[in-house]
DNA sequence: ATTGTCATACCGACTGGTATGTACGGAAAT
DNA sequence: ATTTCCGTACATACCAGTCGGTATGACAAT
């Protein structure tokens, strides 16, 4: 195995997975390398060959599950040409990832929260993730306006902006609250201002 | 001095100060007991004579927070009867503190965030906080329905986490983006769309 | 008025545990 | 043979929380 660059291992795989299960639980601050590494089934020798600290796994982390994420929604918009119709399907992809399966919550919105001030790079890399979803959506939010509701009276520019804002918050209330089903109604109201606003 | 019970004490209010500010910006975990001393100008001797952990300073500091929220809203809708307007009143408290001053996010959305596996009880002090502001909106939102909008097709229940879960997810991506304006839009974008919902 | 007692208030060195990161060595693969 | 890979032991720093100590004022007894 040796001769590679060190990227793509399976052991690495390991500790990408555990760490992003933790970091997505307990935070940044709170998970430890040992307990990533204990997670993984590896020890710290293997953490630290293909991660040069604990920031340097945060920022892999944060860019993997940005990357996923845009991943999913592209897959949940495949085919679809019609803007309005786009901005629909992501948003059935988030009612569905939060109806079905484990919500863990958001790693980018989890570690944005306490590291911002502290760690900037971190930081970055988390507004780099929403921003990756702000653009195209708001691509489409534009677009949709354009074609469908032209001479409405609202801005669509902020409005990815505002979509992302209340699905991170309502990830947030899910984990005081519990309550799957204020998720979903708060995906179902953001459908309904959505279809207000452009008449559909 | 002495005989007196240990609570309201200059020092202990210094702590409290301090402790809101640094679990604000770094987070539970990251704050430290001596940061906190330092900044409250005072040694960890204190600290642990008016708190029994810092675990019971982020429970005080959480039920302090909610609780000046709480205040903050009942005054700027006091007077009001009116429930679509008192809604309205509580937008325009929240816009008007994204505004003016210096927004340092919202300690309970915050710490939720990192403690909500790790701690169930400030995680209870969390949700206790959130819901006290949903159930006193719900209360306006509903009765503003029967009042204003009785006929329309929506569930006012559901509305008032809607707003909070907004407002939260807001607050995060000021953290990564630092864009006031994007703020100020998303809590226009409730208002809008609370005027298209009762009618007005 | 003075003294003694006691609880509150506060200090700061210290402890035990744990955190990240390093040093180094051996296994395994090319 | 050399490089990747991964394990163990360790270095260093820092964490929450403890503990004895001092200071101060309230109250009671003298």
Redesign the pocket.
């Known amino acids: 195995?040796?001769?590679?660059?060190?990227t793509e291992?399976?052991?690495?795989d390991k500790l990408l997975e555990a760490g992003d299960e933790i970091m997505r639980a307990k935070g940044y601050v709170a998970?430890?390398?040992?307990?990533i590494?204990a997670a993984a089934?590896?020890?710290?020798?293997?953490?630290?060959?293909?991660f040069?600290?604990?920031?340097?796994l945060g920022k892999v982390l944060i860019e993997r599950f940005a990357a996923n994420q845009a991943a999913g929604f592209q897959q949940a918009q495949a085919g679809v040409d019609d803007p309005l119709e786009r901005v629909y399907r992501a948003l059935d992809f988030a009612d569905e990832a939060f109806r079905t399966g484990e919500i863990r919550g958001c790693l980018v919105g989890t570690l944005a929260q306490e590291i911002w001030l502290t760690h900037p790079d971190l930081r970055d890399a988390c507004r780099f993730g929403f921003s990756r979803f702000i653009e195209s959506m708001k691509h489409d939010l534009v677009e949709a306006k354009r074609l469908h509701a032209p001479a409405a009276d609202f801005d669509p520019e902020g409005l990815s902006a505002y979509l992302l804002a209340t699905i991170q918050g309502s990830m947030l209330l899910y984990k005081t609250h519990g309550d799957r089903e204020m998720m979903l109604a708060n995906v179902g109201y953001l459908k309904s201002h959505l279809r207000s606003l452009y008449g559909r």
């Open positions: 195995m040796p001769r590679t660059k060190a291992s399976p052991t690495r998970a430890t390398v040992d307990e590494c089934g590896v020890t710290k020798g293997s953490f630290f060959h293909y040069k600290s604990k920031e340097d």
